[in-house]
């Protein structure tokens, strides 16, 4: 299955990212109220700063061993320990310290306490004991170190099951059990179960592995019905709990060739082409088509050789162990064509949605007309069929039906924390084959990779873990200048200052009487105390006048007027009780060398937002009267704009006026108010089009500056445009 890549866009017109300053690190807070300074390197001291509790495992920051005050523990106390000596880093000449450095023991002057060392386990060398003593108050506690050990990672295929054709192969698997194998040459395949052990070398040189055993295969049904085997998996060096898994094993029998349709109705090319399933005796299913089509005169009524094949289907063809082989049978059955009227053959194929299998099929023969259930019995489990695929009518003309269904997923996806590997939340949930989902991390988190955002259901993989980061912890007020700079004279005209939090997006809005010039003057990441942006602004002084006139009067009926910069584009509103004549006019851009503008408006009864845009990429938009009757001789282009006086209800369904008795369905359009803004992401936040779907390959980045020109309900939630078809939703950006 091709994976679907998320593209993360920047800008629409910024070529840079956001500005701001790189960052190092962050020093903590102290107990002090002070500013939080950010700098590239951090002294001892304020190393010291970054303090953890060892019993909740949590750390402030990665970059640096935790701290955990002294006094806060008790004698005697488990201090948790991940197995340190996993990355391969600690060998036994440094492990000592590197342990001590992780335990990360202070007194309550943040300063270092000296470990002895109490008792090592002898099996593997690991201390498993120490002590502390603080000097100042000549205490001394002894601490248990609870090594964090992991049983094995346990990698498999056991969504697919072993296949085996009844009889010869069957043997061969016989055999494997026994000679004492105890299934091991079954953990060659690479389709089968893959351990490996995560605990590292021990300090004695002990290399950790993992093997897997089959601790359960026969019965006395073996051979002849569907059953399992069940794998164990253990650690060879540690002592942690077993993984035990198990695998479906699936004895493939000869399918019930009973069940082929044996009758074709005369014309009905579709039948040779298509597949239609059948069952063995164990429930197993079967891909049956004709090999030889070309030797069936469809046209002709007779009767024919025909050679089925029938191919064992799991997800996807079933695949012999140990051969490489899809498991087949076939058979020459004989096949009428009929050229009976009074009873036409016909064939309902059900075909899964993602491989184009078929994965039912019901065949019989009925008068022309007759309305046929599909029997349940005949689809898969894992699949629901709509209302309308439950039956169908046969049709003499069309004697072959296809029905395209997904199969039902039973999706989970875990969160988990980047730092500590700790599960933070999970959602399940239910959905079809290729559907999507949009995902948003636990409260207080965020995803670690924005691809993470569009999660899209796969029954081979219906449980997926994401990583997450936690949100900043540190709440301390940043204070930052924003420098207002005449672009023509690079002067500062005004200076802004305010406080805000680490990573805050901070806004700039020009200085009365001035305009921002881009959109990388737009606004910056707050990242460091006393921080400073500048925002290059232009003197707004060339006149506009912009007048309206009633079309149908001539008559002006109101003005607007104003200062601006060349080229700047000014958002028009129309006199109450009036509607553009031409949508387009409904921006206007200031021209020094013309600075009056005529627009031309009519009377409107409507009171909300009166200019629409038929939906990109959706083709044509027909157009019917004013009694709903379609206009065969008109139709509007897509994604042009329009602009409404009317809004009407015909026969239930709503329609706007585009022109005298020129009506359009509302559902083929948006209505949209004109903008001149940005709008900044506040995460990395989804893009969906002008009907509210969600754009699956598309996603802005956070903490984006985004140029604006439209505002839509769109299904009941208010959107930004920022860009032909892709809109944000008002909730995950910030207007200015």
Known sequence: MKKMRTVILTSILLSATVLGSNVSLIDAASKKSTPILVKSELTDQEKALYVKDARTKESSISDFAPRVLFSTLEDGENLPMAPIFESGTVSAENYEEVLAKELGVVDDSFKPLTMNVKSIDESHGFINQVSYTDPETNTTKTFNIDYQLKSPEVSDGLQYALNFKYGTSLEKYRLIIEEGNKGSNLNTDSSNIQATAKNGTDMKGNKDTATVSLTHGLDENFGETNSEVTFTTK?????????????????????????????????????????????????NDYMVTITNPEDININKAGTYEAKFK?????????EEYGTGKNISYTKTIPITVSDDKSEVNYNYLVVDKKTGNTIASQSGSAADGTSI???????????TLTDAQKTFTVDAKNPTKVATVAKDVDYTITFVDKDNQEKVGQISDTGKEGESRLVTAPDGYTLDDST???????????EKTILVSKGSILTQDLNYTIKYTDVDTDKVISEKKGTGKLGDQITAVAPDGYVITDLTSAGFTLTKDDDSFTCYVKKADTPYNVTYVDQDTDEEVGTQKGLGIVGEKITLKTPAGYTFVNANDATYEVDKDNPNAKIFVKQSTLTEDNLLTTHPYEGYVEIYDENGKLNKD???SQNTDWATDQKKTIDGVDYYRVATNQYVKADSVYVYSPLTGVVTTSKVTPVYNSKGQLVLDRALDKDAPWYSDRISKIKGEKMYRVATDEWVKASDVTEQ
């Open 310 to 318: 029938a191919i064992g289907m799991n997800i996807s063809p079933a």
């Open 373 to 383: 259930t599909l029997d349940k019995a005949n689809l898969p489990t894992g699949y």
């Open 235 to 283: 650690d060879d060096l540690y002592d942690v709990p077993d993984v035990v898994t198990t695998r479906e094993v699936k004895v493939f029998k000869e399918p019930d060739w009973s069940k082929v349709n044996a009758s074709i109705q005369l014309g009905d090319k579709d039948i040779l082409d298509a597949s239609t399933s059948l069952k063995d005796e164990n429930g």
């Open 634 to 636: 008109v139709v509007l």
């Open 452 to 462: 993470d955002m569009i999660y899209t259901l796969d029954s081979t993989e219906p």
